[in-house]
């Protein structure tokens, strides 16, 4: 079973920042697809960001185009999402999990990923 653990969540005000983490310490996360994803209450999954193995291409929601940007660190294995310019509507709970489905370009599909961490909460105030 692969696990996955993020960090990096909490509280911040409207236009803050938050680099959120996901690490794995029993598998290499540069071998997979690894997604951040969030849920907010009410409403559905959204697939925010996701990144290919071994770093190359990327996707992100339209919502997050721009401010938010996904990213590995091959030597800590660990994936980041830095978050920029957030706003109420960022407001969720974020999960990160893995992929060993082939690369989908414009899309992180939720059903695609097998292996998922136990959430981080982030908040943002306005």
């Known amino acids: 079973q692969l696990q996955l653990v993020e960090s990096g969540g909490g509280l911040v005000q409207l236009g803050g920042s938050l680099r959120l983490s996901c690490a794995a310490s029993a598998f290499t996360l540069d071998y997979y697809t690894i997604g951040w994803f969030r849920q907010s209450p009410g409403k559905e999954r959204e697939g925010v960001s996701c990144?290919?193995?071994?770093?190359?291409?990327?996707n992100y929601a339209d919502s997050v185009q721009g401010r938010f940007t996904i990213s590995r660190d091959k030597a800590k294995n660990t994936v980041y999402l830095q978050m920029n310019s957030l706003k109420p509507e960022d407001t969720a709970v974020y999960y990160c999990?893995?992929?060993?489905?082939?690369?989908?370009?414009?899309?992180?599909?939720?059903?695609?990923?097998?292996?998922w961490g136990q959430g981080t909460q982030v908040t943002v105030s306005s």
């Open positions: 999990a893995a992929s060993s489905s082939a690369w989908r370009w414009g899309t992180c599909l939720s059903s695609s990923y097998a292996n």
């Open positions: 990144i290919s193995p071994g770093g190359g291409p990327t």
